[in-house]
């Protein structure tokens, strides 16, 4: 015979967090595939086209796209936090993906698109609220035809380096 256990009840604080987005698919796509991957960065930050659901889903606060480069923004926030008190490290690996990958994106050509290969990270510090406003750094190391490999620097509020990644995008035609 099996008894079953009352529910535990936990006194845990709670709060509410929401946010509004636009769902991927609302964009005029013939336009983005029109424009290239710099002007569609930079429409993005104007509000001319909607960001990515991600960035509000994680709270970005900025996103600065120039050739070659992409600055990404996020305050560290306890809805961030894994079990031990920390920004959870999918959190920190999405930053630096979004920066060396947006990085990329910067370089495409009118109806190119690219898709994220590989992401290697290593995490050097860890990061809290006290951390601060986020800025994670990405650059292209080497663009090719197929492939391009970028890098991306994550910095705490005191410009302390706090995670590093490399990634492989590959490079394809909208078209086929």
């Known amino acids: 015979m099996t008894q079953t256990q009352p529910p535990v009840t936990r006194a845990f604080r709670t709060?509410?967090?929401?946010?509004?987005?636009?769902?991927?698919?609302?964009?005029?796509?013939?336009?983005?595939l029109e424009l290239d991957g710099l002007e569609q960065l930079l429409a993005m930050r104007a509000g001319e086209m909607p960001p990515p659901p991600i960035m509000d889903t994680?709270?970005?606060?900025?996103?600065?796209?120039?050739?070659?480069?992409?600055?990404v923004e996020m305050p560290a926030a306890e809805f961030h936090y894994n079990p031990l008190g920390t920004v959870h490290g999918g959190?920190?690996?999405?930053?630096?993906?979004t920066a060396a990958a947006c990085a990329?994106?910067?370089?495409?050509?009118?109806?190119?698109?690219?898709?994220?290969?590989?992401?290697?990270?290593?995490?050097?510090?860890?990061?809290?609220?006290?951390s601060?406003?986020?800025?994670?750094e990405g650059t292209v190391i080497q663009r090719g035809r197929r492939t391009a490999l970028a890098?991306?620097?994550?910095?705490?509020?005191?410009?302390?380096?706090?995670?590093?990644?490399?990634?492989?995008?590959?490079?394809?035609?909208?078209?086929?």
Do not use: W
Request: hydrophobic letters at 40%; glycine letters at 10%.
């Open 91 to 97: 959190v920190i690996s999405t930053l630096l993906d």
């Open 15 to 32: 709060e509410t967090r929401s946010f509004d987005f636009t769902p991927p698919g609302q964009a005029d796509l013939t336009r983005l």
């Open 151 to 176: 890098q991306a620097q994550l910095t705490d509020g005191g410009g302390r380096l706090v995670a590093h990644a490399t990634s492989t995008c590959l490079i394809m035609r909208a078209d086929g």
């Open 58 to 71: 994680l709270g970005f606060t900025d996103l600065r796209p120039e050739p070659g480069r992409v600055v």
């Open 132 to 136: 601060g406003l986020l800025t994670c």
């Open 104 to 130: 990329v994106h910067t370089t495409l050509a009118a109806g190119e698109l690219y898709t994220s290969v590989d992401l290697t990270v290593k995490f050097l510090r860890p990061v809290t609220v006290d």
